[in-house]
């Protein structure tokens, strides 16, 4: 297991971990202004890691992220919109049903990438 | 029982919030948490408490960064007294006048549609494209909030409600 990427702050954590032919990003807190600050990046930089090393899968573990706003939800967007023009690997959200947000942001999300996302509950 | 106009009051000043605030734009996550916690034990249904917490934050961030510096107020009403029967998310202050004409149409656009899901797929293919901002929040609020959006206009002074009706297992 090699960890790729970490970001820390009060209310929002990052981690990325390559784990065999899989890369786990595990989000956590509040996904907001402090968040929008990084997100974008650190979704590119996943991305070309995951271009790299040639995984096939992405799971992107949301389970203890309380929230997301819009300005995030946009650069997941950003994201996914980039990685199906690339055909490289598909993105699993493992979400938790105790956040009520995710299942309603889930559905938006697996609606507009239906052949590329899939939503794991955890 | 009483259903006069003072258990009427009483009920909505024992469930909402009125908050005065000028809220910067790393503050608005504060405030929601306030809220949710408030009506986790208010409302007692965590799917509800989501959507006025998505529409409280939505609605004061667009506050945080399009309206004048003069304050934003924060209204969170559960109507109908003894037979609570509406819930409002609304965010008074005063607008940008170079942003009021987009934000007409948004709400406009968001409050003819039929079917919100499929409008918010639209906007999210938007999204997609866009290098600044998301243009999402509203379409947010319509779609996984599942609220209405109604525009009050005085002058540059606007107030944009969210509201939802309550669903018999949602009343508190």
């Not at chain 1, 992107?60 to 309380?66: E, F, H, T």
């Not at chain 1, 938790?96 to 509950?121: G, M, N, P, Y």
């Not at chain 2, 996984?144 to 409600?161: D, H, I, Q, W």
């Amino acid at each position: 297991m090699t960890q790729l990427l970490a970001i820390s702050e009060a209310k929002f954590s990052a981690t990325a971990t390559h784990r065999g032919a899989d890369i786990v990003l595990e989000l956590s807190g509040s996904a907001d202004v402090v968040a929008k600050q990084h997100l974008a990046r650190v979704l590119r930089e996943l991305h070309e890691r995951a271009k790299t090393l040639g995984v096939e899968e992405v799971k992107v573990d949301i389970r203890r992220l309380a929230f997301m706003n819009s300005s995030c939800f946009k650069d997941i967007i950003t994201w996914l919109e980039r990685a199906r023009a690339d055909h490289g690997y598909r993105i699993v959200f493992v979400s938790s049903a105790t956040q009520h947000w995710q299942k309603r942001s889930l559905h938006a999300l697996s609606c507009f990438a239906r052949d590329l996302v899939s939503i794991e509950a955890g | 029982m009483s259903t006069g106009p003072r258990e009427e009051e009483s009920t909505l000043a024992s469930c909402g919030v009125d908050l005065a605030c000028v809220p910067e734009l790393d503050q608005v996550s504060s405030i929601r948490e306030f809220v949710e916690s408030y009506y986790q034990i208010v409302l007692r249904d965590p799917d509800l408490v989501s959507r006025i917490a998505i529409a409280a934050h939505e609605l004061l961030e667009n506050a945080a960064k399009y309206s004048d510096r003069r304050g934003s107020r924060l209204r969170i009403e559960i109507k109908g007294g003894a037979t609570p029967h509406r819930v409002s998310v609304s965010v008074s202050n005063i607008a940008d006048p170079a942003r009021l004409e987009d934000l007409k149409g948004t709400i406009s656009e968001l409050g003819k549609t039929n079917d919100p899901a499929v409008l918010y797929q639209q906007y999210i293919e938007r999204a997609a494209q866009r290098e600044e901002g998301s243009g999402l929040g509203l379409a947010r609020i319509r779609a996984e909030a599942e609220m209405s959006l109604v525009l009050e206009l005085e002058g540059n002074a606007v107030c944009v409600k969210a509201e939802t009706p309550l669903q018999p297992e949602e009343e508190p």
